[in-house]
């Protein structure tokens, strides 16, 4: 339905759903902590920013902001034929099934919160500014505010 629609806005809120659905998986797969930032990051962060974008961006009619998305047809033709080919590669490739040893480290939401403010604080804290000045930036190009030398 992302693709498909022919609303942007709903293309955008059927962005956010799809990260929902992963945070799911997430869950089923007993990744409480992944399903969380999952939540938080893409659900709550950056399809509300997508959100944002779109309604600071947008002229004209939001029903007919997305014309060109007639032709999906060679986009699930050429999809179709991807997943073919991987399968091809992975299945004649017997170096490809080899299963992932079990994780055997800590990897609970405190040991990683642990590490995200002692160890990886510097580099934590520059995605945060550096995210922050992507969005300013954002808002600044779409609003087109004039800067004076």
Known sequence: MVVTSK???????????SFAGVAVLYVLMNADYLAAVQLLIYTGGIAIMVVFAIMLTLR???CDSNPENGVWG??????ALMFVMIALVIFTN?????????WTSGGSAEAISLLLLSKFMIPFEAA???LTMALVGAV???????VSK
Not at 7 to 17: K, W
Not at 74 to 79: E, F, K, N, R, S
Not at 94 to 102: G, H, I, S, T
Not at 140 to 146: N, R, W
């Open 7 to 17: 609303n942007i806005m709903h293309s955008a809120l059927y962005l956010a759903l």
């Open 60 to 62: 004209g009619e939001v």
């Open 74 to 79: 060679w986009g699930a033709i050429i999809a």
């Open 94 to 102: 017997a170096d490809w099934r080899v299963l992932a040893a079990p």
């Open 128 to 130: 945060a500014i550096l």
């Open 140 to 146: 600044v190009l779409a609003k087109g505010v004039k």
